[in-house]
């Protein structure tokens, strides 16, 4: 049984040009098209205290309580909204976008967290969000979201999940943490904030 099908050739049209970003380079994408977020189970980026040590030293009880808590964020976000997958598409490498609905007999959330296990980019997106969801080691997710605004019913879900919101300094085009703060702070969410900047 097929796990996707294309969606009608306008509203993909309409997706590929609100997501023509995707297109691009990391570096060559502006602000003004999208900001980078990372949600984590921990409350700063480890490497920036030589923390791994929490990580080798866990128990296996431990490390599966954070699993689970990343597990239940994905399984709660798709209830939010219905994702939708996407293929890159054409003769050369990112030359177009195809926009996909997820078919699958696996239920859609358990597919998504199947996916944090197996791969760093499921190619998926969330139209009203405006979100698009990367995963990292280390129980860590990257939010490419176009809105701020958009994006507070997902800080909420980070809330109930005891999960951090953490800045990515690494892509210093898209990140606009201080924004976040101020939008945590505007949400009396402090307590989602990064502990070590």
């Given at each position: 049984m097929r796990k996707f099908l294309n969606l009608p050739k306008i509203?993909?049209?309409?997706?590929?040009?609100?997501?023509?970003?995707?297109?691009?380079?990391?570096?060559?994408?502006?602000?003004?098209?999208?900001?980078?977020?990372?949600?984590?189970?921990?409350?700063?980026?480890?490497?920036?205290?030589?923390?791994?040590?929490?990580?080798?030293?866990?128990?296996?009880?431990?490390?599966?309580?954070?699993?689970?808590?990343?597990?239940?964020?994905?399984?709660?976000?798709v209830e939010l909204e219905r994702p939708i997958y996407f293929k890159y598409a054409g003769k050369h490498t990112k030359s177009s976008i195809q926009f996909r609905d997820y078919v699958g007999e696996t239920p859609i959330g358990q597919f998504l967290c199947k996916q944090y296990d197996d791969i760093y980019e499921p190619n998926v997106i969330f139209e009203s969000i405006a979100l698009h969801l990367m995963f990292e080691d280390n129980w860590t997710i990257i939010l490419d979201y176009q809105d701020l605004e958009k994006l507070e019913p997902v800080l909420n879900l980070m809330n109930q999940h005891n999960l951090y919101a953490l800045p990515v300094e690494r892509v210093e085009n898209l990140n606009m943490y201080s924004e976040v703060e101020a939008m945590l702070t505007k949400m009396n969410l402090d307590n989602l904030k990064c502990r070590s900047l």
């Open positions: 509203k993909n049209k309409t997706l590929a040009k609100q997501y023509s970003y995707l297109l691009k380079y990391t570096d060559d994408r502006s602000s003004e098209e999208c900001q980078w977020l990372a949600i984590s189970v921990f409350d700063h980026w480890l490497y920036k205290t030589n923390s791994f040590s929490i990580v080798e030293n866990a128990t296996d009880k431990q490390k599966l309580t954070w699993t689970n808590q990343i597990y239940q964020f994905l399984l709660d976000i």
